[in-house]
């Protein structure tokens, strides 16, 4: 007989747990609570504009802040710090030594003789330090703090620690990095800043301009006033896309098609006065113009990427001395302490009003609404196009590839901070007309990003005038600059020129000898 199957059971229920299976029962642990007296850890939110890789304030050249124990293990490692840091960085690099790294150096005696050799190199850049203390962690925490433009070289765990918790207007910038390269070097200058070119802020407009040199023809004070500021801005700017290719200015072909030019345009002398000092201006005979066209010229203009000039400006100025700190100024009398030291008992002498509206005692300031669209598509010359309604349209391509700013609207008074869905489509509809698509594409706008900011405008123009300010210690001094409107970037080293050149005149700053 063969074996007997077994009887296959139906029916059957699976095995559960049951109600009151221990393995159910709720945790009684005791949850740990937190002490009384114990403070709530809080790690801040980093803006992904601070990462390596979207960071525009590191670019090239990369000053490399080196410790101690970088410079220790570069020599057991028989590696050339200039060497490998340009391997790893692909650009030219400054190994960058601070007086806490060669005091500790010093301090650890015979035995780090020949890091101490090397760490005073004559080829490495040297910054200052003004704290008490050797103590070089924190004096590399603290500088990479306030001064978000240096790349740190450590072996040091506990310092990269440190490092990872750290986050990394025009006219005010140009004016601190002008006056820190004409004064003499004991002058001690402190960039104080609600927003800086890291922060994204709507009444904050210098980072989103569309900036570009455009001369603009005029017979009123102001006119000729901010002419002779904007022809040095002019010669400046074309110097630096010359020497410093990284600074985000570039030289740009221009054109101008205007259907309702205004009198100053039709006035040849108006005209030459206006456009004389730029390079290659032609007016354009008629039948280089479009039908509905009545005046058109052609020049070779500057573009700015302005986001990547502020933070290569503000590189500049830390690197030549200044300091930067990030403060909202109620009053301009609070600056005057602010950036005093009391340990050192040294008063602050002057202070240079830039804050655009002029920190709201000005009645004459007010703000101009802006609203532009940053695009995608690239374009190779700068088109400014006035309608027949007389509107302007405008296309401004950013160096470095930082897309082209198409625009805009000026709207006085204005303090809607939304972008208009309706001007959006009426600024592309109208630049759709006359913009240079690339072949082959569907002549349509790859919109990144809607722009509206408020520019800081004042009746008359700017104010540039030295103010005097009675105090109980003594006398304060104010510079005033603020009040540039839609011209910020136009006018922007005229601007700083004609401050020192006020302040050289009051005796309020001592001009570094010319060797």
Same mark, same amino acid.
């Given at each position: 007989?063969?074996?007997?199957?077994?009887?296959?059971?139906?029916?059957?229920?699976?095995?559960?747990?049951?109600?009151?299976?221990?393995?159910?029962?709720?945790?009684?642990?005791?949850?740990?609570?937190?002490?009384?007296?114990?403070?709530?850890?809080?790690?801040?939110?980093?803006?992904?504009?601070?990462?390596?890789?979207?960071?525009?304030?590191?670019?090239?050249?990369?000053?490399?802040?080196?410790?101690?124990?970088?410079?220790?293990?570069?020599?057991?490692?028989?590696?050339?710090?200039?060497?490998?840091?340009?391997?790893?960085?692909?650009?030219? #690099?400054?190994?960058?030594?601070?007086? #806490?790294?060669?005091?500790?150096?010093?301090?650890?005696?015979?035995?780090?003789?020949?890091?101490?050799?090397?760490?005073?190199?004559?080829?490495?850049?040297?910054?200052? #330090?003004?704290?008490?203390?050797? /103590?070089?962690? &924190?004096?590399?925490?603290?500088?990479?703090?306030?001064?978000?433009?240096?790349?740190?070289?450590?072996?040091?765990?506990?310092?990269?620690?440190?490092?990872?918790? !750290?986050?990394?207007?025009?006219?005010?910038?140009?004016?601190?990095?002008?006056?820190?390269?004409?004064?003499?070097?004991?002058?001690?200058?402190?960039?104080?800043?609600?927003?800086?070119?890291?922060?994204?802020?709507?009444?904050?407009?210098?980072?989103?301009?569309?900036?570009?040199?455009?001369? *603009?023809?005029?017979?009123?004070?102001?006119?000729?006033?901010?002419?002779?500021?904007?022809?040095?801005?002019?010669?400046?700017?074309?110097?630096?896309?010359?020497?410093?290719?990284?600074?985000?200015?570039?030289?740009?072909?221009?054109?101008?098609?205007?259907?309702?030019?205004?009198?100053?345009?039709?006035?040849?002398?108006?005209?030459?006065?206006?456009?004389?000092?730029? &390079?290659?201006?032609?007016?354009?005979?008629?039948?280089?113009?479009?039908?509905?066209?009545?005046?058109?010229?052609?020049?070779?203009? *500057?573009?700015?990427?302005?986001?990547?000039?502020?933070?290569?400006?503000?590189?500049?100025?830390?690197?030549?001395?200044?300091?930067?700190?990030?403060?909202?100024?109620? &009053?301009?009398?609070?600056?005057?302490?602010?950036?005093?030291?009391?340990?050192?008992?040294?008063?602050?002498?002057?202070?240079?009003?830039?804050?655009?509206?002029?920190?709201?005692?000005?009645?004459?300031?007010?703000?101009?609404?802006?609203?532009?669209?940053?695009?995608?598509?690239?374009?190779?010359?700068?088109?400014?196009?006035?309608?027949?309604?007389?509107?302007?349209?405008?296309?401004?391509?950013?160096?470095?590839?930082?897309?082209?700013?198409?625009?805009?609207?000026?709207?006085?008074?204005?303090?809607?901070? /939304?972008?208009?869905?309706?001007?959006?489509?009426?600024?592309?509809?109208?630049?759709?007309?006359?913009?240079?698509?690339?072949?082959?594409?569907?002549?349509?706008?790859? *919109?990144?990003?809607? !722009?509206?900011?408020?520019?800081?405008?004042?009746?008359?123009?700017?104010? !540039?005038?030295?103010?005097?300010?009675?105090?109980?210690?003594?006398?304060?001094?104010?510079?005033?600059?603020?009040?540039?409107?839609?011209?910020?970037?136009? !006018?922007?080293?005229? *601007?700083?020129?004609?401050?020192?050149?006020?302040?050289?005149?009051?005796?309020?700053?001592?001009?570094?000898?010319?060797?």
């Amino acid at each position: 007989m063969g074996v007997q199957k077994k009887t296959r059971k139906f029916a059957q229920m699976k095995r559960t747990i049951k109600a009151r299976d221990e393995r159910l029962k709720p945790d009684n642990k005791k949850q740990e609570k937190p002490k009384e007296n114990e403070l709530t850890r809080h790690i801040p939110v980093a803006p992904s504009n601070m990462f390596f890789a979207a960071n525009t304030a590191l670019g090239p050249p990369y000053h490399v802040l080196v410790d101690t124990n970088f410079v220790s293990h570069a020599i057991r490692a028989k590696q050339d710090l200039l060497t490998s840091m340009m391997d790893l960085l692909y650009a030219k #690099c400054i190994p960058t030594f601070s007086d #806490c790294t060669i005091a500790e150096l010093e301090k650890l005696g015979e035995k780090y003789r020949l890091a101490l050799r090397t760490a005073k190199d004559p080829r490495w850049a040297r910054v200052k #330090c003004s704290h008490k203390g050797t /103590y070089a962690d &924190d004096c590399i925490v603290d500088r990479v703090s306030k001064h978000r433009i240096y790349i740190v070289a450590t072996n040091d765990k506990d310092l990269c620690r440190r490092l990872r918790k !750290i986050p990394a207007g025009v006219l005010g910038l140009s004016t601190a990095l002008y006056l820190r390269s004409q004064s003499h070097t004991d002058t001690k200058i402190l960039l104080l800043a609600r927003d800086l070119p890291h922060t994204t802020s709507l009444n904050y407009t210098s980072p989103w301009a569309g900036a570009h040199y455009r001369p *603009v023809p005029g017979t009123t004070p102001q006119h000729h006033r901010e002419a002779l500021q904007a022809r040095r801005t002019y010669t400046h700017l074309k110097a630096l896309a010359a020497a410093q290719p990284g600074a985000g200015v570039a030289r740009c072909p221009a054109v101008e098609h205007l259907e309702q030019p205004p009198p100053e345009y039709l006035d040849p002398e108006s005209v030459q006065a206006a456009y004389a000092h730029v &390079d290659g201006f032609r007016r354009l005979p008629g039948h280089e113009l479009p039908a509905e066209v009545r005046w058109g010229a052609e020049y070779e203009t *500057v573009v700015v990427n302005s986001p990547v000039y502020c933070q290569w400006m503000l590189r500049e100025f830390v690197l030549r001395g200044g300091e930067v700190r990030e403060y909202t100024v109620g &009053d301009v009398r609070e600056a005057f302490f602010v950036g005093a030291e009391r340990k050192r008992k040294r008063r602050v002498r002057t202070v240079v009003n830039c804050s655009g509206l002029g920190l709201g005692g000005d009645e004459r300031a007010f703000i101009i609404r802006g609203q532009t669209c940053l695009v995608r598509n690239p374009c190779a010359v700068t088109m400014t196009r006035q309608n027949s309604d007389g509107s302007w349209s405008f296309c401004i391509p950013r160096p470095l590839g930082g897309g082209t700013i198409i625009g805009g609207t000026k709207q006085p008074h204005d303090w809607d901070p /939304y972008p208009s869905p309706e001007t959006r489509a009426r600024i592309l509809a109208n630049a759709a007309k006359w913009f240079f698509f690339a072949e082959g594409s569907e002549r349509k706008f790859d *919109v990144i990003q809607d !722009i509206v900011g408020r520019r800081p405008a004042r009746e008359g123009g700017m104010r !540039i005038e030295v103010e005097r300010l009675e105090a109980g210690d003594g006398q304060r001094t104010v510079v005033h600059a603020y009040g540039a409107g839609g011209r910020g970037f136009e !006018i922007s080293w005229g *601007v700083a020129e004609d401050v020192f050149k006020l302040m050289a005149e009051h005796g309020l700053v001592q001009q570094k000898a010319l060797l």
